[in-house]
Structure formats: C-alpha cells, structure tokens
C-alpha cells in the first residue's frame, strides 16, 4: 500500500523558507516521477514542481528560482525547499506519486506566508 506523508509546513513572514518533506512508503520515490502541487482556497490544485525518475526537474514559472525539488533515495523521501515566500504562495502543498496507472496523494501540509 503506497503512503505519502508530507511534513515541514507552518507559518511563515514574506522572505522567509521553509522545507516541505514526503516521507513515502510502500513504493520507491526514484522509481516513478514524483511531484508536489497545491492548492490555494477556492483555486484549483496546479503543478509546483516535479522530478522524474532520472533527476531531470521542472517548475511552474511562478516559482522558478525560488523553489528547489529534491530526492533522497537513501531516506525514500522528496522535499521542496521553499525560498524568498510570497503571500501567494499560501495553501496546502500536497506530494504525488505519478504512474502510468495510477496517481497516489498526500494528505496534504498548510504553508502560510503572512506578516
């Protein structure tokens, strides 16, 4: 049974990081592409970043350069340094494995970015 559990949320002032991590069990996170979303209230869940099975990263473009994807086969855990935060970057950022068959979801960390 595949379980993602995301972890490192909070809340944080504009300028500030935070790391968000998914722990993964029953699968291997370097086996298939692995990404994190999120969803901010009354918005639709969108793409933050993702990394495929061969390292290679893409971002969505408001968050180029500030944010980081990363994979720890050692800990079967991603993570997603956030950097220079934004008050719109406030939501719940969920981790997700994507197969050719299925999809699998976190349950989802709440960042909010508010002085």
């Known amino acids: 049974q595949v379980q993602l559990v995301e972890s490192g949320g909070g809340l944080v002032q504009p300028g500030g990081s935070l790391r968000l991590s998914c722990a993964a069990s029953?699968?291997?996170?370097?086996?298939?592409?692995m990404a994190w979303f999120r969803q901010a209230p009354g918005k639709q869940r969108e793409l933050v970043a993702a990394i495929t099975s061969g390292g290679s990263t893409n971002y969505a473009d408001s968050v180029k350069g500030r944010f980081t994807i990363a994979r720890d086969n050692a800990k079967n855990t991603v993570y997603l340094q956030m950097n220079s935060l934004k008050p719109e970057d406030t939501a719940v950022y969920y981790c997700?494995?994507?197969?050719?068959?299925?999809?699998?979801w976190g349950q989802g960390t709440q960042v909010t970015v508010s002085s």
């Open positions: 029953g699968t291997i996170v370097s086996t298939y592409t």
């Open positions: 997700n494995q994507q197969r050719a068959v299925a999809i699998y």
